[in-house]
């Protein structure tokens, strides 16, 4: 995950790209601490992102 979350930056910044988004289970400890990790930071919730309606965490990092 770590690789290839690196990788997708490396080339949102070659691609002038200002801003990354992405989402997660909110349940899924392991990819919020990756997520964290890379300097993301958290600003919304969506509510039936998943089956058995399991919410997603929606992450964001600014490449300014």
Do not use: C, Q
């Amino acid at each position: 995950g770590t690789r290839l979350l690196h990788a997708a930056e490396r080339l949102a910044r070659d691609s002038e790209a200002i801003s990354l988004w992405a989402m997660t289970a909110l349940t899924n400890v392991r990819a919020r601490a990756m997520f964290d990790a890379a300097g993301f930071l958290p600003v919304a919730l969506n509510m039936r992102a998943y089956r058995d309606d399991k919410r997603g965490l929606i992450v964001f990092k600014s490449l300014d």
